[in-house]
């Protein structure tokens, strides 16, 4: 599997691109912004997107989905519990900036452990609730790798001072879903730089330590 980021949007948004090059397929990650720039990183990258993902529904993650789903013609997944987000410029936050957001309804809602099969591309859905309220993290098992949305960053973890939050919720969500995983996953984020779970484990000021891997 091939990873690029396209860094979008004046919030900095990790766009994250994945897909097989053998046949030449994949998902689009959080297209927060910026589609024509999205557009020239999948040319440049010589895929066929096959899919939306969103860790989430925030404005900021979401500005180029309508985009980006009518140049592919694909589907768009999200996690149950953001759809209102999707539709609602106040629950998705964007209003307050004095830029309201919206994006199409997801064709596909997940819940906790479903799979995402797109083409190559195989990922388990993490849910992850607390920083919104149908926040999901996406999980290739085999690679390794995990799509953390803005749950869990290096160093830190999500706001949860926006409509639907709970940092309680966003807690136990890290500690259950996320920590329990090996060391060696290495996690993307929806802003920043890539950090490991066992880097976080030790590391993140957020969290308490001492899980079990």
Known sequence: MKLDTVVVGPFQV???????ETVAEGVIIDPGDDARRIFAAVER???????VLLTHGHGDHIAAVDAVMKEYDIPLYVGAGEEDLLKNP??????LIGHPIVAPPPDITLKDN????EGP????VLATPGHSPGGVCYLDEKAG???TGDTLFWGSIGRTDFPGCSHEQLIRSIETKIMTLPDSVICYPGHGPKTSVGG???NNPFLGGGYAV
Do not use: G, H, M, T
Not at 90 to 95: F, G, P, T, Y
Not at 121 to 124: A, D, I, P, T
């Open 14 to 20: 990790n766009c994250y691109l994945y897909w097989d």
């Open 145 to 147: 790798i995990l799509f």
């Open 200 to 202: 976080e484990r030790v």
């Open 45 to 51: 990258a010589k895929f066929a997107p096959r899919a």
């Open 121 to 124: 591309v195989v990922l388990r």
């Open 90 to 95: 106040s629950a998705n936050v964007s209003d």
């Open 114 to 117: 479903d799979l995402v099969q």
